[in-house]
């Protein structure tokens, strides 16, 4: 079979339903049922939801279980080049012939009834977990929690709640208690929950939650602390003090999702997997430098940074990142959608970047355009924000001025996913 076949069948599937997020579960249980059921014969899940943190938490664990010698499944989203990337079948990238099965199998059982591209691809997802063996399953939430399609194990091994923050307020509330009580929605009656750091007011929604439930909480702060000391990763909790490598991925808020990567593997009785959760991570589009393909080789004296992350709380960390770096001329590269706080996203990086070139997301119906990323920007604070054609032509414009510049691409994992596609 060709990737073409499951393309095919992925396409078809997006004409199922006439929303592309539409938050409920009925849809999911009725092609379950038609299933039979796959979700109640998968290996022990680790349920993740957040607002930020999410890929890279899950990827570190994934490292420290991995290396036990476990076989580990999961299940991310979105994908930055195909949609492989979103199932991983005991540790590798679900092949195209699998795929395209399961895709057929699952669009076969729904007969044509309406559902949402992520729902029925989630349940294949879920049916190929099903049939494969392995010894964990890491499932990150799509959006939300409570009526996510990811929300139908009935006891997960343990759930984890990332960092919360504002972001897609259109479906999940427009207060962090509202999002959090969403996130919250995870939480199962006696199964253990890793908090990561909250605002008051979310972790109050949260441990309101798991109260009524009766989930034990294991939070920052409380139950286990993160911090960086000497160029080392030091790591506490009721159980004594680790002394560990920092992550592979860069960046301060990195530390936080080490942490709770770390106070995951302790809970699931795996103590010694943290030696290599936080090392042995590599997550794409998240502070990635470029350093093959047209981009770099066209500025070879620059360096060309890639990340994906989106709402404010994610320029925030960008920011303090880019503020830890070696001092540089820093210039950014941005595209957004229009669906995002975008002068949120773009406040705290205006005192670490000389200038912004603004970009429209090529192929994207809901991409922001360039004036007014550019606008954004300005109130924003930037200083003289520009706008570009493409990213290409932003870069060439950069490096012309400044060739030894620091050059970060970001706003978008739509944008980061087809600067990867040609960059990775």
């Known amino acids: 079979m060709s990737a073409a076949k499951s393309d095919a069948i992925l396409a078809r599937m997006m004409a199922l339903h006439p929303k592309i997020i539409d938050l409920t579960l009925d849809r999911v249980w009725r092609l379950l049922a038609a299933l039979d059921h796959p979700e109640t014969a998968l290996p022990p899940v680790i349920h993740i939801a957040g607002t930020n943190g999410k890929g890279s938490t899950l990827a570190m664990i994934r490292a420290g279980l991995e290396a036990t010698g476990a ?40 007969g044509g009834t309406s559902i949402t ?90 441990e309101a939650r798991a109260a009524r439930l009766g989930a034990p909480l294991l939070v920052h702060g409380q139950h286990w602390h993160i911090w960086e000391e000497a160029g080392r990763l030091i790591y506490q909790d ?21 942490g709770m990567a770390l106070a995951a593997l302790r809970a699931l009785g795996q103590p010694e997997a943290a030696l290599e959760a936080a090392p042995g991570a590599d997550w794409p589009a998240r502070m990635q430098r470029l350093r093959r393909g047209p981009l770099p080789d066209s500025a070879p004296e620059a360096e060309i940074w890639l990340d994906g992350g989106h709402n404010p709380a994610a320029g925030q960390a960008l920011a303090e990142t880019l503020a830890q770096m070696p001092r540089r001329p820093t210039y950014l590269i941005c595209g957004m959608l229009n669906t995002k706080d975008v002068t949120g996203y773009l406040r705290p990086l205006a005192a670490q970047a000389k200038q912004l070139h603004a970009v429209a997301i090529p192929g994207e119906a809901a991409t922001l355009s360039a004036e007014a990323t550019r606008d954004a920007a300005l109130a ?9 054609g493409s990213v290409d032509a932003a870069l060439d414009m950069i490096t012309q001025e400044a060739p030894q510049a620091r050059v ?17």
């Open 71 to 110: 076989r580990v499944h999961a299940y991310t989203s979105p994908h930055l080049v195909r949609f492989h990337e979103r199932i991983r079948l005991a540790g590798e990238l679900i092949a195209e012939p699998a795929l395209a099965r399961l895709l057929d199998e699952c669009e076969a059982a729904n």
């Open 238 to 258: 009721e159980h004594g003090l680790r002394d560990l490598p920092l992550p592979r991925l860069p960046g301060k808020h990195q530390i936080d999702n080490a």
């Open 380 to 388: 924003a604070g930037h200083d003289d924000p520009r706008v570009s």
């Open 117 to 206: 591209y992520f729902e029925i691809t989630t349940c294949a997802a879920l049916l190929g977990f099903a049939r494969t063996p392995a010894e964990w399953l890491l499932l990150e939430v799509g959006l939300g929690g409570r009526l996510d399609a990811t929300n139908v194990v009935e006891k997960p091994a343990l759930t984890v709640i990332t960092p919360v923050s504002l972001d897609h307020q259109q479906y999940l509330g427009n207060t962090l208690a509202e999002i959090a009580g969403e996130k919250a929605g995870i939480l199962k009656p006696g199964v253990p929950c890793i908090v990561g750091p909250q605002p008051e007011e979310a972790l109050a929604a949260i």
């Open 408 to 424: 970060l691409i970001c706003g978008s994992l739509y944008l980061a996913g087809q600067v990867l596609r040609d960059n990775g």
